[in-house]
């Protein structure tokens, strides 16, 4: 069978930064998969090759056997590619609910009246039902995460991509995420969940890959993949070049 979601030898450089080193992997229809890696590691770029927001040096990236590799963002969007933002990216003037509804109508190409019941669903779905007619620019960092998951919901993904919704978040806020996550999982969604808070990666996922030099060195069982000795050193290794290395990307998007 084919998979949803294939990477063929994807590679990507920054200058003489390679992000993905040739990067290849198989994602089924209801799987969902933990990312890990330092920071800088690429994981990020990662979803930027999958969602369209980064075209490869080389490589190829299909949706169910179709090449995608040259389709743009949005078009990648309405064939099912649905992403969060590390960063959320709201309208901040527009309402919680015009904003999910946007992603709907134009993310998901779906048709008017369908979009306003699709919105709402989401809304309830995700938590933010009393908060529709609020402006996105005055939530709070939880109901940010919530909202730039609503907004990805919205477009009715095949594919999900997460990246870091849970960050920040306390633990029963976490816990809330990832029973979201795991109910859109069940409806037969695959996800991509890249996080740095590994509580809420191992609770909620059977697959987990890690990803540092542009290379995946760790693919399976969560408690396997942390157990492995490469796995180890580059987690040990964060914790003291992790600022070091965070300038040194801050500098490198400076310079793009
Ligand atoms: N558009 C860009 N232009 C140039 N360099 C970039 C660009 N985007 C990312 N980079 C660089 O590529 C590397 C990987 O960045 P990326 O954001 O993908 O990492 P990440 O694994 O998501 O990190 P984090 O855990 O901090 O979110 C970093 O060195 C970063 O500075
Ligand atoms: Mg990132």
Redesign the pocket.
């Known amino acids: 069978m084919t998979a949803l979601l294939e990477l063929d030898r994807i590679t990507k450089r ?2 003489s ?1 390679v ?1 993905a080193d040739g990067l290849s992997l198989a994602v089924g229809a209801g799987d969902i998969v933990g990312i890990v ?10 979803f ?1 090759l999958i969602g369209g927001d ?1 075209a490869p040096n080389s490589g190829e990236v299909r949706l169910e056997g179709r090449p995608v590799t040259r389709l743009d963002a949005s078009a990648r969007c309405r064939l099912g590619i649905g992403r969060t933002y ?1 960063v959320p990216r709201p309208f901040v003037d527009m309402t919680v609910f015009e904003n999910v509804l946007m992603a709907a109508q134009q993310g998901g190409g779906q048709r008017r009246r369908l979009s306003y019941a699709r919105a709402a669903a989401v809304l309830e779905r995700t938590g933010l039902g009393n908060d529709a007619n609020v402006p996105a620019g005055r939530l709070g960092l939880l109901s940010r995460k919530r909202l730039e998951m609503a907004r990805a919901l919205a477009t009715a993904p095949r594919l999900l991509l997460l ?2 919704v849970a960050g920040g978040l306390t633990d029963p806020e976490v816990a809330e995420l990832v029973t979201i996550v795991t109910s859109v999982r069940d409806e037969g969604v695959a996800v991509l969940w ?1 996080e ?1 808070v590994l509580r809420a990666l191992t609770a909620s996922v059977p697959r987990l890959i890690c ?1 540092a030099g542009g290379s995946f060195i760790g693919d399976g069982a969560p408690a396997e993949v942390l157990a492995e000795p490469a796995v180890r050193e580059v987690f040990l290794g964060t914790e003291v070049t992790t600022s070091l ?2 300038l ?3 500098a ?2 400076e ?2």
Do not use: M, W, Y
């Open positions: 920054f200058g930064v992000v890696g330092p920071n800088g590691a690429g994981k990020t770029s990662l930027g980064l590390q990246d870091e890249i740095h990803l290395a965070g040194a990307g801050e490198a998007r310079d793009a």
